[in-house]
């Protein structure tokens, strides 16, 4: 869905004030820094798998859904820097501080900037707010409301919620740094006499954004429309993930081993619970390209490291299921559009069409399970989105009135039971248990299943390859959707 993505391409460094929070009172300052090291070679007898649906995961049964142990990503080969640095600030100015970083990233990441970066310490504070004017001057409220009414029909936001203060409350409380491509500037927080080791992180991780646009040219640009939703989420976990990389190395060469292990953990298998503070697909949307986008660099980092990355640049992932499953990145899949679907009728107008990923997909599931049991694990309905192939999300408004049209394309993934088709039940699952109060219902169509519920009617449709359900408050308007 176009808003998810949009949450998560305006949201610059937000994830990382809680994925650093371990380490800020634990630095330390070890011996200091020695020369770039040299790429090591892989290891005799480690084989490299690019077929494995997620980047080298350990895949863990518990019961249904399968879910990921992302530790075995994240392991020694991904996360360990040669050498060791002592604190940036030496007592020589901030300016001084920048350089100093701007050399270890520059070592790190096997790259050289080509001119000086306009770094721009401020407060925290400050760059929150510029971060907040800037999202709402492209996030019109108009444009919101019609988002947040489609959210509401899709059960991923609560009625009365205001998705626009809502989001923009996230950035100003958890943005610590920012960077413009287009004007080659950067902002982060630093306003003292000396940077606290949580500011390195930060520097680091915007930094190689900055080094990266300038050597490789970071992928894609912030796209009104909304088709190209799904894969503007993609460009941007491969940027984020390539920042994030950046910054635990950075860390490992900080921090010592025990304060590593805990800054890794973040990364590691957990359980989310229910919260009435963020609606839940907005933290997993600024989540994605941080944490996905993470393990999709790691899945080419090894055994290959940083001259393998730099490959991906010259052909960014086209869809969140490439970087869900980095084997289809590498068989270079072609993603396809399911069947338009027919007019609801002259009164509910134009319809609005907007990319619907593999992420999109997997954020409906967790957020069910998250509505029916009171927590989540994120990432653990991503066996279950494996085959998507394509989907797009059609939305009709008159007044407060919503219909919906969900159509996706099933690439047919073999179940355990040899069946071939997946994507029916899992859509036919998640309808289910977010509508619990569904009754079933006379669909009048061929191969359809249809229900009632909160007054409005349901229709579930797998045909072929094609997936398609359409809801909406006029049983004679959903139906005529499906031609």
Known sequence: MFVLRLVAAIVAIAALTELTGDLVDKARAPAPEEPRAAAPETPAGEEDDDRRSRPAPQLVHEGDPTVYDAQEVL?????????????????????????TISRRVERIRWLDFRRPVDTRLVSRSEVGARFVSSYLRRYGER????????????????????????TAGLLGQGVAGFYSPRKDRLYAGGSGDALTPYDEMVLAHELDHAL???????PGTLSRDPMLGDTMLAHQALGEGDATLVMIRYAAARFTEGELDAFLSRFTQRTVQASTDVPYFVARASEFPYY??????????????????????????????DVLFPFRY????????????ASPGAAWGRPRAASF???????????????????????????AVRGWDGGVLHSWLRGPRTTIHLG?????????????????GVLRRWFLESFPDATLARPRIRSAEAWKTGGELAILRCKGREVELGKGPSPRAVRRLFG
């Open 75 to 99: 392991d020694g080969r991904c996360t360990r820097q040669r050498g060791s640095f002592g604190p940036a600030s030496r007592g020589s100015g901030l300016d001084d501080d920048v350089a």
């Open 357 to 383: 990923g593999a992420f999109d997909l997997m954020v409906l599931l967790e957020n069910a399970d998250l509505a029916s049991k009171g927590e989540t694990i994120p990432g653990s309905h991503v066996d």
């Open 212 to 218: 990266v646009d300038q050597a490789l040219r970071l």
């Open 143 to 166: 444009e919101a409301a019609r988002d947040q009414q489609v959210l509401v029909a899709l059960r991923l936001l609560p009625e009365g919620a205001d998705l626009r203060e809502l």
């Open 330 to 341: 590498h068989e270079d899949n072609e993603v396809e559009l399911p069947r338009s679907p």
């Open 408 to 424: 996706l394309v099933d690439a047919g993934v073999e179940t355990p039971d040899g069946r071939d088709r997946r994507l029916c």
């Open 292 to 321: 996905e986008g993470l393990l999709f660099v790691c899945s080419e980092w090894r055994p290959r490291e940083w001259d393998a990355v730099d490959r991906m640049y010259l052909r960014p992932p086209a869809s969140t299921a």
